[in-house]
């Protein structure tokens, strides 16, 4: 199959970038037979990152497997704050809280490959493909702070999180990409979108090092509330943002006493 025949394919199921995962098939299909397959997978809506097994984050491919949740590239910008935040330190602790894939924990790695990098998440399939992005990372299975070692208490430098944050009425408004493909427990942040991330704020004060930095993933209009949770913990918090990709951070520092 050639990449217009692919393409055309891929524009009548209502693919945007039909050329350019064109593309993408043809280089990773082994055999015709192969990219028939995934050319149907995707035509009946898959990911295309989870039917060629990778995802392209900060200029690294990243392994994702089913069920996975998928890596965004708006994500691109906790993973830059975070890498900024952890340069700073001398002997650096990071935490990938809610890690899926483990991208970001695998992009601070990439750029700091001395650094203690730990990820955590609720889900096995999850941690089991965080494992395989993170050979020089600890990759813990639980909820959210529960299954770190208690040693790290008070001496985190980062914690970067992109947790759940779609509001539960909104769940069944997301593209069927991600309602279909991704586990609900990756996307479903609770009323507001922000239950999970208002439980990882509160508890970050007890794990962050004196000089640490905790930033979350948030949604513009989630970010004034979002900073609120972090002032009532005692934290200092201000947002950033990237246009161009739809993205906002929460970064917050423990306030000086
Ligand atoms: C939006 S996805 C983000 C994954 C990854 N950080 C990324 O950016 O690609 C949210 C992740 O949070 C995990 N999660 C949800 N609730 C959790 C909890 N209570 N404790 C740990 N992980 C949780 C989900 O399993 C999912 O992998």
Redesign the pocket.
Known sequence: MSVEAISDRLRAAGCVFAEDEARVLLESAGSAAELAAMVRRREAGEPLEQIVGWAE?LGHR?TVEPT?????RR?EL?ARAAIRAAGAARSVVVV?????????AAAVLAEIPGAEVHA????P??VACARRNLPNGTVHL???Y?PLPDRLRGGVDVI??????VPTTELDLMPPEARLH??P????GGPDGLA?AR?IVAAAPAWLAPTGTLMI?TSERQADALRAAATAAGLTAHIETDDDRSATVLIARRART
């Open positions: 984050f990243v996975v949740f998928v890596p965004r994500t906790l990938d809280m809610c890690c899926g894939s483990g991208a970001v955590a998440d609720i889900d399939a999850a639980g909820d959210l529960d970067a999180a992109n947790a759940p944050y991704e586990p427990a990756a996307l479903d999970v439980r993933e």
